[in-house]
């Protein structure tokens, strides 16, 4: 692995955890140090070097940069280096015809259904009156 310390290029494999998962990160989303930061907003890839280097660590607010662009990349892993680099795309938006497809099939669900309640309610209306007579006996 070769990065940028200062001015210098140094070889060097990532020493710490944080470090390894950062060139995780780097692989799975086939981008540069530097294209990486440009896509979160940053100047350039310094913070992912001082990373590598084991000066800092993976901050919250980069992960959550990070998570926000990539949004199948889990936040807990880039954090703490738990489960797998991917999970279930949670900033994902449905699509809004899928949504709509579902609420008038909902819709038309509890339609169908209002029909069998009214008959329900009714049938226990009856039995009410048929206990209350009973009782009357």
């Known amino acids: 692995m070769i990065y940028l310390l200062g001015f210098n290029m140094v070889k060097k494999s990532p020493t710490t955890p944080a470090g390894r998962r950062i060139q ?12 990486i930061a440009h896509s979160i907003g940053k100047k350039n ?3 992912f070097y001082d990373i590598l280097s084991g000066r800092h660590g993976i901050s919250p607010s980069l ?7 990539w949004p199948e990349i889990r936040k807990e892993w880039l954090l703490l280096g738990e489960g797998d680099i991917v999970g279930e795309c949670k900033n994902e938006r449905p699509d809004t015809e899928e ?18 309640i009214n008959t329900l309610s009714e049938i226990v209306g009856q039995l009410k009156d048929r ?4 009782d009357i006996i």
């Open 99 to 116: 949504l709509w497809s579902e609420i008038k099939n909902l819709m038309a669900i509890i339609k169908s259904q209002q029909g069998t």
């Open 131 to 134: 206990i209350n007579q009973t």
């Open 45 to 47: 890839g310094q913070s």
């Open 24 to 35: 995780q990160l780097k692989k799975h989303l086939g981008l540069s140090y530097s294209e």
């Open 63 to 69: 992960a959550s940069s990070i998570v926000e662009e």
